[in-house]
């Protein structure tokens, strides 16, 4: 099992950035790859960007390209996800989640086993 602990969530006014981190611990060898999720109020859980340890990278939404970006830090076991330009439209709860032993890295919630608690993103207009 891995255990995830997101940080980094906040409230900041339109076209602003912040970053988030996502620490795994535990049984982290057992999954390749670390996604991020978000869910906004009254909306189903979105696929946001994934990426392998090994570097491997996917992007969900096309309102997120060219504002957000994946990496990791191997060594610290962490999973970033930057994000530039914000948009009222990106308010939502961020998850970070761990995929399935020997799953390929994918967008969809069926791949991944484990998941974070969740952190609070707020854009203002």
């Known amino acids: 099992q891995v255990q995830l602990v997101e940080s980094g969530g906040g409230l900041v006014q339109a076209g602003g950035s912040l970053r988030l981190s996502c620490t795994a611990s535990?049984?982290?060898?057992?999954?390749?790859?670390v996604g991020w999720f978000r869910q906004a109020p009254g909306k189903e859980r979105e696929f946001v960007a994934a990426t392998t340890w090994t570097g491997t990278v996917i992007y969900g939404a096309d309102s997120v390209k060219g504002r957000f970006t994946i990496s990791r830090d191997g060594a610290k076991n962490t999973v970033y996800l930057q994000m530039n330009n914000l948009k009222p439209e990106d308010t939502a709860i961020y998850y970070c989640?761990?995929?399935?032993?020997?799953?390929?890295?994918?967008?969809?919630?069926?791949?991944?086993?484990?998941w974070g608690q969740g952190t609070q993103v707020t854009v203002s207009s």
């Open positions: 535990g049984r982290t060898s057992s999954s390749r790859a």
């Open positions: 989640a761990a995929a399935k032993p020997m799953q390929v890295v994918a967008g969809t919630e069926s791949a991944f086993s484990s």
